[in-house]
């Protein structure tokens, strides 16, 4: 299947996902501002409320507790076991059935203990707001995100929308070795069921 073309507007302050390699299948996407999780922009109904933007002071006291100075830039100081949504900074169109899924970097989680805990989120070709990615400090200490950084990852994919048909019960399904045997895997050892 050819390249597909996909159409993205950047947000102010929004960084162009980027594949860090030529055979790279995910596309780092960076860290445009921490964003409510309940509240939209009232300004801009397709974007959740901006709580801190990395430039200004933010208004809230919960928040601004989190904000520090560091050398020249202000960062927010996660505590530890503390989760926040953060926005990409953009929106896509995307031809349907592609979608995007939203998967943690792995050496934001191995080296320093910060993944993201909606992965893989699903970002569907009708979806026209900027994604969100639940970022969690699993750490017993705190962690300064800066603007800017690559905090997750994006990956592309088509989906497969097959028909639905009901049948009445399992049998009609058809047996196999496996029957029911795991929770849809085929677990360590690879048996299907314990005999």
């Known amino acids: 299947m050819a390249n597909p073309k996909i159409k993205i507007t950047l947000l102010p302050g929004g960084r162009m996902p980027k594949r860090q390699s030529g055979e790279a299948a995910g596309y780092d996407v960076a860290l445009r501002a921490i964003v409510s999780v309940t509240e939209m922009d009232k300004e ?10 990395f430039a200004s002071y933010p208004s809230d006291p919960d928040v601004a507790r ?23 900074g953009f929106l896509t169109a995307l031809p349907f059935p592609m979608f995007y899924w939203v998967a943690p970097r792995s050496g934001l989680a191995s080296k320093w203990g910060i993944t993201v805990t909606n992965a893989p989120g699903t970002v569907d ?7 969100g990615v639940l970022v969690f400090n699993r750490n017993a200490k705190p962690f300064d995100l800066r603007r800017d950084m690559r905090i997750a990852q994006i990956i592309f994919q088509w989906a497969v929308i097959p028909g639905m048909i009901e049948v009445s019960s399992a049998d009609d399904l058809g047996s196999t070795d496996r029957s029911a045997g795991g ?11 314990k005999k």
């Open 66 to 88: 989190h904000v520090h100075q560091l050398n020249d830039e202000m960062v927010y100081r996660m505590d530890a076991g503390e989760s926040v949504l953060a926005g990409i």
């Open 44 to 53: 801009n109904p397709v974007l959740r409320k901006t709580l801190f933007d």
């Open 183 to 193: 929770f849809g895997s085929t677990g360590l050892g690879g048996s299907f069921s």
């Open 125 to 131: 070709a009708d979806y026209r707001g900027e994604a």
